[in-house]
Structures are given as structure tokens and as C-alpha cells.
């Protein structure tokens, strides 16, 4: 089944410590999305690729990085986790054609992020 | 100020009830409403999505209505089942040239109960 696909589900880090989180799509779309969502929060998108190209939200803290080596990965790497980056990262893809209005984002299971 | 808000905040109903939960939204310009379910600890699963032009649409027992004029949407949930027990978000996307960005909703946290 064509799918979205996000490892490891539960990531436990040091304070400080870089973490990378990773995900994987058989959809072939060509648009990856990077969320934080955090208890009782709406997910706040902190980045995507179009492509190869590269969208930083304004907001996202210089501490998020990702990186898109091919079509099916994106990765999302948090240089130094602090306590506050506690939360669930979700990955999302979507297939952008043009001004295509019914553009629907399918969504990985998420991986929830533990800093201690 | 582009703003989505979802009432009620939470719900709880009896399995095999029908609910329907209201989404208003403040967004120029419009480009399409979607909803959808989140279960706890997983990530947002699409139930219906709408354009301008189209004032309802079903997904199975869910079905949702979109207002325009008034921007109002909601999601109507027929015959519960003890696995609607999820958060139900809706998302409005703004048209901004050749971007468009989400504006989520908090959501209605819906509890089916046997």
C-alpha cells in the first residue's frame, strides 16, 4: 500500500544532543512537509520541499534543519533539542500540480519526540 | 487576521448517536476547507475536502457542509461508532498566488462511549 512512513515512532534524546528523524513516502508526490504538534495544539508547519526547493516557515528556529536527498526521503534534523522541542513530528506529503485546488495532505503516523 | 475556530471544544456522545461539529473560519482568500480525523498519537487522516463551490460532501457517515457566504463548515457524524473517539480538525487553506498556506483549527475532540 502506498503510504507514509515515519521511524522510529517514539525518539528519546539528551538535552543538546542532535536528533535526526526520518521519513519515507511510496505515494511519489513531490511535496514533503515537516510538522511539530505539540499536546492539544494544532500542527505548526515549520518547513517543506516543493521539489528540491527548500520553504523555511519565518517562525522555525534556526535549530530545525531538513534535508531531501531524493524524491521518497526527508529528513528532519534538530541540531540542539531543547526541553521545549518535546513534542510530535509529523511528516506530510502532497502531490502539487499547478494552482490545483483539492491538494490533500497525507499525513505519517508521527513520531513523538522525548528530550530528558 | 486569518483564524479558524471549531466548537464545541470537546464532545461526548453515546455509540450509535449522530453529532455535528462547527468549524467558522476568517480567511481571505478562500481556496478550500478540509476536515480532518486525528486519532491519539497518530497523524491527521483526510475525511472531506471542498472548494468554493461546493456545499457538501460525504466521506462514508461523515458528511460535511460548507457555507460560503456565512464561512461556516460542519461535519456531520452519522450512527457513531465507538472508533469516531478521535480529534476532528478543520483546516482552511488560503490562496496566495502561487502558495497556499493552512490555517488549522484546534479541533473538537469527539468521545464515542459504548
Known amino acids: 500500500d502506498a503510504m507514509v512512513i515515519q521511524n522510529p515512532r517514539y525518539q528519546v534524546t539528551q538535552f543538546g544532543k542532535p536528533v535526526t528523524l526520518s521519513c519515507s513516502q511510496t505515494?511519489?508526490?513531490?511535496?514533503m512537509y515537516w510538522y511539530q504538534q505539540k499536546s492539544s495544539q494544532a500542527p505548526k508547519l515549520l518547513f517543506h520541499y516543493y521539489d528540491k526547493d527548500f520553504n523555511n516557515e519565518a517562525d522555525t528556529p534556526d535549530n530545525f534543519q531538513s534535508r531531501r536527498p531524493n524524491t521518497s526521503f526527508c529528513f528532519l534534523d534538530i541540531r540542539s533539542p531543547g526541553l521545549g522541542d518535546a513534542a510530535m513530528y509529523l511528516c506530510?506529503?502532497?502531490?502539487?500540480?499547478?494552482?490545483?485546488?483539492?491538494?490533500?495532505?497525507?499525513f505519517g503516523p508521527g513520531t513523538r519526540l522525548l528530550v530528558l | 487576521k486569518n483564524q479558524v475556530e471549531q466548537s464545541p471544544q470537546s464532545l461526548i456522545i453515546l455509540e450509535g448517536k449522530n453529532c455535528t461539529l462547527q468549524c467558522n473560519y476568517t480567511v481571505s482568500p478562500f481556496s478550500n476547507l478540509r476536515w480532518y480525523k486525528q486519532d491519539t498519537g497518530r497523524g491527521p487522516v483526510s475525511l472531506t475536502i471542498?472548494?468554493?463551490s461546493e456545499n457538501t460532501k460525504s466521506n462514508g457517515r461523515y458528511t460535511a457542509t460548507l457555507d460560503a457566504d456565512t464561512k461556516q463548515s460542519s461535519l456531520h457524524i452519522t450512527a457513531s461508532q465507538l472508533s469516531d473517539s478521535a480529534s476532528y480538525i478543520c483546516?482552511?487553506?488560503?490562496?496566495?498566488?502561487?502558495?497556499?498556506?493552512?490555517?488549522w483549527g484546534l479541533g473538537t475532540s469527539l468521545a464515542v462511549n459504548p
Open positions: 483546516v482552511v487553506s488560503v490562496s496566495a498566488g502561487n502558495n497556499r498556506k493552512l490555517i
Open positions: 505515494l511519489n508526490h513531490n511535496v
Open positions: 506530510a506529503t502532497s502531490r502539487k500540480l499547478g494552482q490545483l485546488k483539492k491538494e490533500t495532505q497525507y
Open positions: 471542498m472548494t468554493f
